[in-house]
């Protein structure tokens, strides 16, 4: 069921069609009421004459409209399709990049939480660094303060053995 509608225009007849008719019409009244050696040189056949070189005219200009008009309808078709299929293939682009998107916005949270898991991690090796080598440092000054010490008892004993055995070889 087809509804009626309201905003289109009635259609009209063809004008060439109207045209035939009329020229049709006007041929038979001149052939009938005119002799034929009188129709070549009456204004009447003049008149008619005009009219058939008129509809040829119109004619030749209709079959040119349609066929620009054909032209236009399947250039029309062609870039619809063309649109569609862009309209279709941006879609599934969209679709591809908005996954891309949401993935690589996911690594990046999670390398965020590694740098921020990491950056924990050297803050606490660069305390317990500082630590090692406060501890390092306080050894070496014990080390040194050590090795001074044993240093000069070992000097000592060795002035002590000269000593004694200079003190021996008087005595001996």
């Given amino acids: 069921l087809k509804r009626p509608c309201f905003f289109k225009r009635p259609r009209k007849p063809p004008v060439g069609a109207a045209m035939k ?6 041929m038979c009244l ?14 009447i056949a003049k008149i008619i004459q005009m009219i058939s070189d008129l509809q040829a005219k119109i004619l030749a200009e209709g079959t040119e409209s349609q ?12 870039r619809s399709k063309d649109l569609q299929y862009e309209i279709k293939t941006g879609k599934s682009e969209k679709a591809e990049l ?21 950056a924990g991690s ?17 050894e ?6 050590e090795e001074k010490e044993l240093m ?4 000592m004993i060795k002035r002590a053995i000269g000593i004694l055995e200079r003190e021996m070889a008087k005595s001996g």
């Avoid at 070496?140 to 303060?145: M, P, Q, T, W, Y």
């Fill in 152 to 155: 000069e008892v070992i000097d």
């Fill in 122 to 138: 050297i803050a606490t090796d660069e305390g317990d660094l500082k630590k090692a080598t406060e501890i390092r440092e306080k």
């Fill in 30 to 43: 001149a052939l009938l009421g005119t002799p034929s050696r009188a129709m070549e040189a009456s204004p």
């Fill in 21 to 26: 008719v009329c020229v049709g019409m006007l």
């Fill in 140 to 145: 070496f000054a014990d080390f040194s303060a």
């Fill in 98 to 118: 908005e996954a891309t998107i949401a993935k690589e916005d996911a690594k990046a949270g999670a390398l965020d939480e590694k740098i921020d898991e990491l």
């Fill in 67 to 78: 066929r620009v008009y054909e032209e236009f309808a399947e250039f029309c078709e062609h």
